[in-house]
């Protein structure tokens, strides 16, 4: 089992930068799918990012590819997200995902989840 927490969010002007972080506790970091995720208010959880157990693989979503790099360290037990050029619709409460399988896109695929940071993009 894993414990996840994510800090760094915060309030931010469009056409900023800002980096996610997501620490977790527990054993075997490196044996886990890490994925970020995001929800606006009134709308469905979505993803955002997900790289694989050591890296090497990485997969974005279509409104923030180009613009965002998520990044790990398994022996910080920490995963990044580094969001730029960042836009009023980037808004939205952001979520750290675990999970044993491959680098999946569904929030069903993901067992542990954090308690979310919130990212508010002003105009």
């Known amino acids: 089992q894993v414990q996840l927490v994510e800090s760094g969010g915060g309030l931010v002007q469009a056409g900023d930068s800002l980096r996610l972080s997501c620490t977790a506790s527990?054993?075997?970091?490196?044996?886990?799918?890490m994925a970020w995720f995001r929800q606006a208010p009134g709308k469905e959880r979505e993803f955002v990012a997900a790289?694989?157990?050591?890296?090497?693989?990485?997969n974005y979503a279509g409104p923030v590819k180009g613009r965002s790099t998520i990044s790990r360290d398994n022996d910080k037990n920490t995963v990044w997200l580094q969001m730029g050029s960042l836009r009023p619709e980037d808004t939205a409460v952001y979520y750290c995902?675990?999970?044993?399988?491959?680098?999946?896109?569904?929030?069903?695929?993901?067992?542990?989840w954090g308690q979310g940071t919130q990212v508010t993009v002003s105009s």
């Open positions: 527990g054993r075997s970091f490196s044996t886990y799918t």
């Open positions: 790289i694989s157990r050591l890296g090497g693989t990485t």
């Open positions: 995902a675990a999970d044993r399988s491959g680098v999946a896109t569904s929030t069903h695929a993901y067992d542990y």
